[in-house]
């Protein structure tokens, strides 16, 4: 059973950081592509940032130079570092698990954390 688990959200102000931490178990971590995304309220979901297997990486344009993404194979983690956090931060953030195997895809999210970003 492939499971994500996100910890790390919460309520900050304007100009303050937070780490999100993604747990992944039942997949073999090294073979996905992590990313976070995040739906604000009568938003789409959007891509926030992604790391793949190989460690490249990916930023919405919003939140670059703010925001880096890291992972660790030995702990099946994922990381997304929020720095300079704004108000139009605030979402739900998913991390999400991703692959492509002999032309099947495999997609797979977390339950979602809160993000607070205060005024």
């Known amino acids: 059973q492939v499971q994500l688990v996100e910890s790390g959200g919460g309520l900050v102000q304007a100009g303050g950081s937070l780490r999100l931490s993604c747990k992944a178990s039942?997949?073999?971590?090294?073979?996905?592509?992590m990313g976070w995304y995040r739906q604000a309220p009568g938003e789409q979901r959007e891509l926030v940032a992604s790391?793949?297997?190989?460690?490249?990486?990916n930023f919405a344009d919003s939140v670059k130079g703010r925001f880096t993404i890291s992972r660790d194979s030995a702990k099946n983690t994922v990381w997304l570092q929020m720095n300079s956090l704004k108000p139009e931060d605030t979402a739900v953030y998913y991390c999400n698990a991703r692959r492509s195997w002999f032309g099947k895809e495999f997609n797979y999210w977390g339950q979602g954390t809160q993000v607070t970003v205060s005024s």
């Open positions: 790391i793949t297997s190989g460690g490249i990486l």
């Open positions: 039942g997949i073999t971590f090294n073979a996905y592509a």
